[in-house]
């Protein structure tokens, strides 16, 4: 269930580290939608929408170079598989994600991984990152704080 529709990453700059060269969008979704009503405690996914200019595409001065976003974020990595909530990746990139799998509330993402430490803090960790065609795509989840017993 999407809980903050697409925003610019701007809104986010205070709440966790993102790099000042990086444009982009962003979401939210819990996977539990009982979790929104409050009824039970469910992390939040984080959803980072990041576009990447290809080669020749001419996508204009905004969108870095895969060049500029691993000179960023660090090194493409083998391909890899991640998982990031279904809703918040597709109404932040409806055309680009679109024939991605999705199972529940999960979408599959598989590219190459970059890594996503440098998104992680203000309470979400567990970053993953993988290109995609037309940008990169970050997940992020919210730690929970141990439920009393």
């Known amino acids: 269930m999407l809980v903050r529709g697409p925003s610019d990453l701007s809104a986010l700059r205070d709440r966790i580290p993102i790099p000042p060269r990086l444009r982009g969008r962003w979401a939210a979704g819990?996977?539990?939608?009982?979790?929104?009503?409050g009824y039970e405690p469910s992390p939040m996914e984080l959803v980072l929408w990041i576009p990447v200019a290809e080669v020749g595409a001419g996508q204009g001065d905004d969108a870095p170079s895969w060049d500029e976003i691993a000179h960023v974020v660090g090194a493409e990595g083998p391909p890899a598989t991640i998982a990031v909530h279904v809703d918040a990746a597709r109404a932040l990139a409806p055309t680009h994600l679109a024939a991605m799998p999705a199972e529940?509330?999960?979408l599959?993402?598989?590219g190459p991984r970059y890594p996503a430490a440098v998104f992680e803090g203000?309470?979400?960790a567990g970053g993953r990152a993988v290109r995609v065609p037309g940008g990169l795509l970050v997940g992020l989840t919210s730690q929970l704080p141990p439920i009393p017993s």
Not at 30 to 37: E, F, S, T
């Open 30 to 37: 819990r996977r539990r939608p009982r979790a929104v009503a």
């Open 108 to 110: 599959r993402a598989t």
């Open 104 to 106: 529940g509330f999960e």
């Open 122 to 124: 203000g309470g979400f």
